[in-house]
């Protein structure tokens, strides 16, 4: 049985449809009720509802499975606390596989996530149990507000790029969940860090060619300023969330975010999906 936090979130879903399709059972572990129908319908065996940040909980979720994967919102502030707790008492268990979600290029120190992550990855190393960390790139997902823009004949919506010099590598979902089920089911990956990342990396110009491509019109790009974006967010734009995902863009607009998809490739055993294939799914 393998426990899923922050089950109820995009990526937990994800990763939980993939370890179902390949029959693998899966704990569910979210914050809300609300959420029980959403994770059953991704293929949760089991849901456990509490508080990641409360200590009983954590030791309740974990009774019964033999592998976590511990998911927490980039824009948790004490993502690495609660990993602290969390590691110590799978210590207690004993015989816990613990796999961690982190970042792409987690030592990259300026943007307050990648901070919390690369801690949370040093106490996993040192804790003395089989892990895995996987570390994703940008999620092709995140260009959703773009896909539906232009299927409404609206611009390419994005808060990336700033500069033409701008370059971005971007993973799908889908590939990413498959791996992770991979890495996730497999002992065999024990102990490893694995990159995951789509094949090379997209400009602004070259993001628009795609959507044109697709759409069957010129498509030209429209940028998301950083008060529209906490608009949409609907957050305080003072909150640690808020300033940490702005520090995230300009970080990327500034110096580019770029990976690596050979161990993306090798795990998946075929090559990752392409930008173009992706907004040709969805739009």
């Given at each position: 049985?393998?426990?899923?936090?922050?089950?109820s979130?995009?990526?937990?879903?994800a990763v939980?449809?993939?370890?179902?399709?390949?029959?693998?059972?899966?704990?569910?572990?979210?914050h809300?009720?609300?959420?029980?129908e959403?994770?059953?319908?991704?293929?949760a065996t089991e849901?456990f509802?509490?508080?990641?940040?409360e200590?009983?909980d954590?030791?309740?979720?974990l009774?019964g499975?033999d592998?976590?994967?511990y998911?927490?919102?980039?824009?948790?502030p004490?993502?690495d606390e609660?990993?602290?707790?969390?590691i110590?008492?799978?210590?207690k268990?004993?015989?816990?596989?613990?796999?961690?979600h982190?970042v792409?290029h987690?030592?990259?120190?300026d943007?307050?996530?990648h901070?919390?992550k690369?801690?949370t990855?040093?106490?996993?190393?040192?804790s003395?149990?089989?892990?895995?960390?996987i570390?994703?790139?940008?999620?092709?997902?995140?260009?959703?507000?773009?896909?539906?823009?232009?299927?409404s004949g609206?611009?390419m919506?994005?808060?990336?790029?700033?500069?033409?010099?701008?370059?971005?590598?971007?993973?799908?979902?889908e590939?990413?969940?498959?791996?992770?089920?991979?890495?996730?089911?497999?002992?065999?990956?024990a102990?490893g860090?694995f990159?995951?990342?789509?094949?090379?990396?997209y400009?602004?110009?070259?993001?628009?060619?795609v959507?044109s491509?697709?759409?069957?019109?010129?498509?030209?790009?429209?940028?998301?300023?950083d008060?529209a974006?906490?608009g949409q967010m609907k957050i305080?734009?003072?909150?640690?969330q808020?300033?940490?995902?702005?520090?995230?863009?300009?970080?990327?607009?500034?110096?580019?975010?770029?990976?690596?998809?050979?161990v993306?490739?090798?795990?998946?055993r075929?090559d990752?999906?392409t930008l173009h294939?992706?907004?040709?799914?969805n739009?």
């Amino acid at each position: 049985m393998i426990l899923i936090t922050g089950a109820s979130g995009q990526v937990g879903c994800a990763v939980i449809r993939a370890l179902s399709k390949v029959g693998i059972e899966t704990k569910a572990f979210i914050h809300s009720a609300s959420n029980i129908e959403k994770v059953k319908e991704a293929g949760a065996t089991e849901v456990f509802v509490g508080d990641m940040s409360e200590e009983k909980d954590l030791r309740e979720a974990l009774h019964g499975v033999d592998t976590v994967y511990y998911i927490c919102s980039a824009a948790n502030p004490k993502e690495d606390e609660i990993g602290e707790q969390m590691i110590q008492i799978a210590k207690k268990v004993g015989n816990i596989y613990f796999v961690y979600h982190s970042v792409l290029h987690s030592v990259l120190q300026d943007m307050p996530h990648h901070k919390r992550k690369l801690h949370t990855e040093q106490l996993v190393v040192d804790s003395g149990l089989d892990f895995a960390i996987i570390q994703p790139a940008v999620f092709m997902q995140m260009l959703m507000p773009a896909v539906k823009s232009v299927q409404s004949g609206g611009p390419m919506l994005q808060k990336f790029f700033t500069s033409d010099e701008t370059q971005m590598s971007l993973v799908d979902m889908e590939d990413f969940a498959e791996a992770a089920a991979v890495i996730l089911s497999n002992k065999d990956y024990a102990n490893g860090t694995f990159e995951l990342c789509g094949k090379g990396s997209y400009s602004l110009q070259n993001m628009e060619a795609v959507f044109s491509e697709v759409a069957g019109r010129e498509v030209k790009s429209a940028y998301i300023t950083d008060e529209a974006f906490i608009g949409q967010m609907k957050i305080d734009a003072s909150s640690y969330q808020a300033q940490t995902l702005l520090t995230m863009f300009r970080h990327y607009n500034e110096h580019s975010f770029r990976g690596n998809s050979v161990v993306l490739s090798q795990i998946l055993r075929r090559d990752p999906h392409t930008l173009h294939q992706f907004v040709s799914r969805n739009i």
